[in-house]
């Protein structure tokens, strides 16, 4: 073959190769509401508020008190007698983690847990309140993006449950905390159904409509970087040994500047970590290093204006001289968990 003939070749190649390494995503339903401008009230199933941010992620229940880990997005079809039938879709290439046929079970009621990679991040997608799931779909099996794996339903374990007409897919983009959580969450709580890592409390997640709605703009995002610029609110460092999140999350840890002693980690109001930066001895002042000896973690950094965002989660608060900052009980837990080996 002759080069001017070659060449469209090795173009397409490249083009061919370069597209491959692009994340390919879609939508989890049929609903593209979220990518119109205005769609908002067609796409987020609000609670029994009523208010269209009540489906969107955040502090936005119990008049922003309570924080939603995912969005509710609205059902398009429903059978002759009112039941949800939108088809539910793998929104990008992965395998199945995990399923969840009994819904007693769970506030997640029926739902599927599916593990990606995207641009190198390991990340999780879940899909709850499922009235199905779709036949043959097990633990392990490969799913191409927009294959269907599930039926929308109003599935769940709550007292009041979710009404038929609101039906809706509550979707997550999430990330496993910890590996060893189901050796960790038995000792706390011993009724843990048995969900192994799957559970709501190890997968910390981001806005997922914010995502799709930056994909849909650019498809060339890079997810790791993505999940950088996501606002950080506090920094904390913990004392340098193996930490399990360093292993799944390499991608965050920046370069280091000598032997560390400690790695001080950085979150977002909910506790998503973020960023980590390992620090030496020379970087750590003396208290600070003797009191990490102890083994506990010490807020370093807040950003103020970024905490008065999202007020439902209180990670830290001022200690009580009323000069600094330390982790609330659940931030304590937060980081307990983020830190744990067996
Ligand atoms: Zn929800």
Known sequence: MSWPRLFPLIISTFILAATARAL??????SNDALLRPGGDADYFQPTVEGTVESGMFGCVRSKGRRFHEGIDIKCLQRNRRGEPTDPVHAVADGKVAFINTKPGLSNYGRYIVLQHNWD????????AHLSEVAAGLVVDQPVKKGQIIATMGHSTNTREGIARDRAHLHFEINFLLNPDFHIWYPKH???APPFGNFNGKNLIGLDPAAFLRAYADNRK?????YVSKQPIAFTALVGARPLPWLTLHPEQVQPASG??????????TWGLPVMVWP?????????????????RPLVQRVNEAELAQATCH????????GNGWMLSESGRECF???TYTP
Do not use: H, W
């Open 24 to 29: 390919d995503i879609c939508l989890p339903t």
């Open 120 to 127: 190198n991040v390991s990340v999780c997608t879940l899909y």
């Open 189 to 191: 709580d011993p009724q």
């Open 221 to 225: 995002v890079n997810f790791a970087e």
């Open 259 to 268: 032997i560390p002693v400690a790695y001080e980690i950085a979150m977002t």
């Open 279 to 295: 620090r030496t001895a020379q970087e750590l002042g003396g208290p600070q290093r003797r009191l990490l000896q102890r083994g």
């Open 314 to 321: 209180e990670l830290v608060k001022r200690n009580s001289r």
């Open 336 to 338: 307990e968990l983020l």
